[in-house]
């Protein structure tokens, strides 16, 4: 079933003195709650539509254009828009088209295969589970006088710290991604839960735009950020499922509801306790920031029964914290902090039992 929808658009014709791409979007209706564009070459515009819930469109999407005179162009331009009738209305009278692009939906991803587990052979020994944060097409930050890019500097700290882990052979440890691949939000706290991990930690590497913010930080879950930095974080990093416009996460009701859980509430707690233990144990080894744990709603984090936190192991935004963080001696320091506060977090769990 196609719902009704007013759409509109304004574009910039190639033509002598003018460089061709899309000027203007917009579009609305019950369906849509906002929408955009992004060109990403002379010749090449994606249009993104953000839906105000779930809708359906049958099996493609298809755009219409038509050709006309460079005067009737030139008119309509002047207006500052050219109207697009919408799929009811164009079952009306059908317009003459003259071009046809249809885009395929793809159907959903199969389920991911789950990493292997390294370390400890005994079954009983609690689970750590690692996440390298961003990968594939999604870069995360950027350091913009040499170049390093976040996803590359939390694989080599996730795998530093995996080694660490797996010499001391006191935990069982995986990796969410080995390599340099992507992984939407949901499948990263998702592969903790299918392996029925004990501790989720997420490795990232902070940005700022001043350039003089350094030092490490630890987040836990919290429905309320516990500052304006930490709302900024939160809503950076839960954009990294939306690529050009487009929503690779998606979440249902069920994990709202979730949230709410006394399962989650202990897991927060446990989770925090482990953040001011993290900092603790790993200050010898690595710089933190005064302010070094804050609360933010982190999707990676919303697990409902894992304790899980977010390490920013510094600022790639920095000199100082950007070398330290991409050399094998830094990453050396960071996993064996990482490496006694885990530890240490599991001793004291064993003791209480």
Do not use: C, W
């Amino acid at each position: 079933m196609f719902h009704s929808l007013a759409l509109a658009a304004a574009f910039l014709a190639p033509s002598p003195g003018m460089a061709g791409g899309i000027a203007a979007l917009d579009i609305r209706g019950a369906q849509v709650s906002s929408n955009g564009f992004a060109r990403t070459s002379d010749a090449v515009a994606r249009v993104m539509q953000d839906l105000a819930g779930p809708a359906v469109d049958g099996k493609s999407l298809t755009f219409f254009v038509q050709s006309v005179a460079d005067n009737r162009f030139r008119a309509t331009l002047g207006k500052g828009r050219i109207g697009i009738d919408s799929p009811a209305a164009m079952a009306a009278r059908p317009p003459k088209k003259i071009h046809s692009i249809t885009v395929p939906i793809p159907p959903a991803a199969s389920g991911i295969a789950l990493p292997p587990v390294e370390g400890a052979r005994d079954g009983a020994r609690p689970l750590v589970v690692i996440d390298a944060g961003h990968g594939g097409h999604d870069p995360g930050a950027i350091n913009k006088e040499t170049g390093q890019r976040e996803k590359d500097v939390t694989l080599n700290i996730a795998q530093a710290i995996r080694d660490e882990l797996v010499k001391s052979g006191r935990v069982r440890v995986a990796l969410t991604r080995s390599d340099d691949r992507f992984l939407v939000l949901q499948e990263r706290y998702g592969i903790a839960r299918k392996m029925g991990a004990d501790l989720f930690i997420s490795i990232h590497a902070d940005s700022a735009e001043n350039e003089e913010a350094h030092g490490a930080t630890v987040y836990t879950l919290s429905e309320t950020a516990s500052d304006r930095e930490a709302a900024r974080l939160a809503a950076r990093e839960n954009k990294a499922d939306i690529i050009n416009g487009v929503n690779l996460g998606g979440q249902s009701g069920d994990v709202s509801s979730i949230l709410i859980d006394l399962t989650q509430r202990e897991s927060m707690n446990v989770s925090a306790s482990f953040a001011r233990l993290l900092q603790r144990e790993a200050s010898p080894y690595v710089p933190f920031r005064t302010a070094y744990h804050r609360f933010a709603s982190l999707i990676v984090l919303k697990a409902p029964d894992t304790p899980s936190v977010l390490f920013e192991t510094g600022y790639i935004s920095n000199t100082a914290d950007a070398a330290f963080l991409s050399s094998r001696e830094g990453q050396r320091k960071i996993a064996t902090g990482a490496a006694r506060a885990i530890e240490v977090h599991f001793a004291r769990k064993l003791a209480m039992n």
